[in-house]
């Protein structure tokens, strides 16, 4: 998995210009609010926006698009040095630079107005992108079109892009514009809202009959055709039978300003990092939260994610319980926090007072114990065919409930020695009985612990001692 991604973002720059004040009068001259202006921001916004989160996940980025010769172009390439962004930002003559100004008076915007050339760019100036897009595109993993409909991205243009990208096996993810999606024909995904996929696919979406209806529309122009639906979440149709929701996440709702930017770049790292599409869907939702709970266009950092990830899921047994390639991740956040990674593994079929014991001293080695589970394949291997007696469910669950268990991960092996390379924990912890044995992964963790059993304590002998009641009363 790929620790910095390189994202090629292409698409309408422009400045999110905010005016910061408050209000406590009525004009005398109309029947309006005056706001005392405290202070103001100028932030970059459009694909701007997306670029800001794709740098906050800490990607590689570079962006192509058109400005004009005026002073917010100038703002714009002195934001993106700040942020060291390699840019290409191609002048047109007599084209004025996209800049949106919002008045906030007391947390609630108030009003909007844009100054911005909305015309298509010349078709000199797309040969120009698509000269350098082609020079460059070679340098990053995957490519993001952010579409505001400013005129960047030409129907033609458009199209070459794509085409180019897939003839060289680059994945293209677009933030859509208008109700015409043919021309993101051959796009590996696209990020519509409700209402740009209600006017793109002539659809209303009032059920899931319709939902699917409209995402079997969008099949025909995408690999993986999505929608997001704002508290409803995010859905996507996996194959022409499997509808996948990932649910929202939000508690509270301050300004969607930017929550579509926000999308498409959690879903570009992500995608990046070869992430499978449920796991970066999860992801995005979680993103999307973080920035909908804050004023203005923001964006949202992996430390954030993780920290707004703990607070929701404080109380859900079910969120302790990861993927190997969801492991990759959380172990490096947790390894960044310089927190100490205590592993051990186990079939840990039926629970006792042992199992229990046992974790418990695992955990004090350390701030995070993780627990490799052998999945019900894996335990019929090592145990034979009547075990194990719970499912690998019923087992991750229910070691997910207690309190030393930090996260269970699942593995389908005879030893857990890929899941001990994916960690890298700084402790690994046996039971005693391997004294004068060789531990799989020891030559990987920081240091071994073993730790001796409970006496008397394990599932064979409960269950022996099931099997011996059952006798006695036949």
Same mark, same amino acid.
């Given at each position: ?135 460059? !595109?070679? *340098?990053?993993?995957? +490519?993001? /079109? ?10 033609? &243009?458009? #199209? =070459? ?56 529309? !969008?099949? *025909?122009?995408?690999? +993986?055709? /999505? ?10 149709? &996996?194959? #022409? =039978? ?233």
């Amino acid at each position: 998995m790929k620790n910095n991604p390189k994202i090629l973002v292409i698409g309408d720059m422009m400045i999110d210009h905010y005016l910061w004040g408050k209000t406590d009068r009525i004009s005398p001259e109309a029947p309006v609010q005056i706001v005392d202006i405290s202070h103001q921001d100028e932030l970059l916004g459009g694909a701007g926006n997306v670029i800001n989160n794709l740098r906050a996940f800490g990607c590689d980025v570079a962006t192509i698009s058109v400005v004009g010769d005026d002073t917010v172009a100038q703002t714009i390439k002195n934001k993106l040095d700040d942020i060291a962004v390699k840019h290409i930002l191609i002048k047109q003559k007599n084209r004025t630079t996209s800049k949106k100004s919002r008045l906030i008076a007391s947390h609630q915007q108030v009003v909007r107005y844009d100054e911005e050339s909305k015309d298509d760019i010349s078709n000199k100036t797309a040969d120009k992108i698509l000269s350098e897009f082609k020079h460059i !595109l070679k *340098n990053y993993d995957i +490519v993001l /079109l952010s579409d505001y409909g400013k005129g960047v991205l030409t129907d033609n &243009l458009t #199209k =070459d892009i794509i085409t180019y990208s897939n003839k060289i096996g680059k994945k293209v993810l677009v933030d859509p514009k208008g109700d015409d999606f043919s021309k993101y024909s051959g796009a590996y995904l696209l990020t519509p809202n409700r209402q740009e996929a209600v006017k793109a696919t002539n659809i209303e979406i009032k059920d899931d009959i319709s939902l699917k209806k409209s995402l079997t529309y !969008l099949m *025909n122009i995408v690999k +993986v055709p /999505l929608i997001t639906l704002s508290e409803d979440g995010i859905v996507v149709l &996996l194959d #022409k =039978d499997e509808v996948y929701s990932s649910p929202t996440v939000a508690r509270e709702v301050y300004d969607v300003t930017g929550a579509g930017d926000t999308v498409l770049a959690s879903l570009g790292y992500c995608l990046a990092k070869d992430m499978d599409i449920k796991a970066s869907l999860q992801f995005a939702n979680l993103a999307a939260s973080v920035v909908v709970s804050k004023i203005g266009s923001a964006t949202a950092t992996i430390d954030e994610i993780e920290r707004y990830k703990d607070t929701i899921n404080q109380n859900s047994i079910d969120s302790h319980i990861k993927t190997t390639q969801e492991i990759k991740e959380i172990t490096k956040n947790y390894k960044n926090k310089n927190k100490k990674i205590v592993f051990t593994n186990g079939c840990f079929d039926i629970l006792h007072k042992g199992h229990v014991s046992y974790l418990h001293t695992a955990k004090s080695f350390g701030d995070i114990l993780i627990v490799g589970l052998n999945s019900d394949k894996s335990v019929k291997k090592l145990k034979g065919e009547n075990r194990p007696i719970n499912t690998q469910d019923d087992r991750a669950y229910i070691l997910s409930a207690l309190k030393s268990v930090d996260i269970v991960v699942l593995f389908d092996e005879d030893t857990p020695y890929e899941l001990i390379k994916c960690i890298k924990p700084d402790v690994l912890v046996k039971g005693g009985d391997y004294k004068g044995k060789d531990v799989v992964g020891s030559d990987i963790a920081g240091s071994l612990k073993l730790v001796d059993f409970v006496d008397g304590k394990s599932t064979t002998k409960i269950i022996q001692k099931i099997e011996q009641i059952d006798k006695d009363k036949d």
